[in-house]
């Protein structure tokens, strides 16, 4: 059976994964976090995977805050390039698989289709810059690998997330302005956490080596669309007035237009997408 250590188990995903896998007999899964690993040393990721004789790696662990990263950006490049440098090379060093996340924010939103995993990234922040430096160097590594970008992840999980802000706002105010002009897919982290267990059990047929996928929910709309989705699911008196991003100056510039195109996902894995109208319904009740 496959020893499969999670990093950043307390976060969004990380969090959905263990509730999905914890007490189950057919998979056997090590939680760990900062306090437990640091996945910015090099050592103690070397020591715990041999400790443990880890097969499997899913890192979730990361630095997810995209304005902080402007200003703190040695934080954002340890945790974000160094740290899967480190679980890569000890991926390379045994021979196990890695499953790394990345971002929708590696593209610079000058689409307005889909993207799609050929498609050239330009991040527009140091956010995406340090997703996109993780995203090569576990590819330079040489190791068994494949990498998920994902985009606009919730979960009641979180310690902060786009829900949560609302939700908070929504039972404050009356009035809450939302941009209109950035177009992505909300994504619930449990839905994405299914989706690297399905996977899991079929990456030791086929050899990957930095191999990048693309996953959200399906469907698209604006940040100013999900607040009012969440607005009207929790029956909240509060009105959302949608603004354009230039009445919303924040320290990292967002891609105005972020969605993934998940026909490869589901072509290889057979991955199943739901429509992320469909799951913000369902998890809206555990918020
Ligand atoms: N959140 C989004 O909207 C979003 C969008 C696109 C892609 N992604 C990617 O999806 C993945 C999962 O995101 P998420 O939202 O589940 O992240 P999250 O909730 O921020 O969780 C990340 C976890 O990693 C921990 N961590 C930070 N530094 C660490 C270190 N040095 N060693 C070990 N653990 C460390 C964090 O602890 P602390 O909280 O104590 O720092 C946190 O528990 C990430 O790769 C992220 O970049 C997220």
Not at 55 to 60: D, E, L, M, S
Not at 107 to 112: H, L, P, Q, V
Not at 142 to 147: A, F, K, N, P, V
Not at 226 to 252: E, G, H, R
Request: hydrophobic share 35%.
């Amino acid at each position: 059976m496959d020893n499969i250590l999670i990093t950043g188990a307390d976060g969004q995903l990380g969090s959905e994964l263990r509730s999905l896998t914890e007490g189950r007999s057919d998979i056997q899964c090590l939680y760990t976090d900062c306090q437990d690993l640091d996945i910015t040393d090099a050592d103690a990721v070397e020591k715990f995977v041999t400790g443990h004789s880890i097969t499997k790696i899913i890192n979730c662990a990361a630095y997810n805050n995209v304005d902080g990263a402007e200003t703190d950006s040695d934080a954002a490049i340890r945790i974000n390039v160094t740290g899967p440098m480190n679980l890569a090379a000890a991926a390379a060093r045994h021979g196990i698989y890695l499953v790394h996340l990345s971002s929708d924010f590696v593209f610079d939103g000058t689409k307005s289709t889909p993207y799609h995993e050929s498609d050239k990234p330009a991040p527009l922040s140091e956010y995406g810059r340090t997703k996109l430096a993780g995203e090569i160097a576990i590819k330079r590594s040489g190791c068994l690998s494949i990498i998920i970008r994902t985009s606009w992840l919730y979960s009641p999980a979180g310690k902060k997330n786009f829900v949560k802000t609302m939700l908070r706002i929504g039972a404050e105010e009356e009035i809450v302005n939302v941009v209109y002009d950035q177009t992505g897919t909300p994504t619930y982290a449990k839905d994405l956490a299914e989706a690297i267990l399905h996977i899991l059990p079929q990456l030791d047929a086929v050899p990957r080596y930095g191999e990048i996928f693309h996953y959200s929910d399906e469907g698209s709309c604006s940040k100013a669309e999900w607040a009012q989705k969440i607005m009207t699911l929790k029956k909240t008196d509060c009105d959302v007035n949608p603004i354009p991003t230039s009445q919303y100056p924040a320290p990292a510039k967002r891609p105005a237009y972020s969605v993934l195109d998940k026909s490869l996902i589901r072509t290889v894995f057979g991955v199943k997408v739901p429509l992320w109208e469909r799951s913000l319904s369902k998890a809206i009740r555990l918020f």
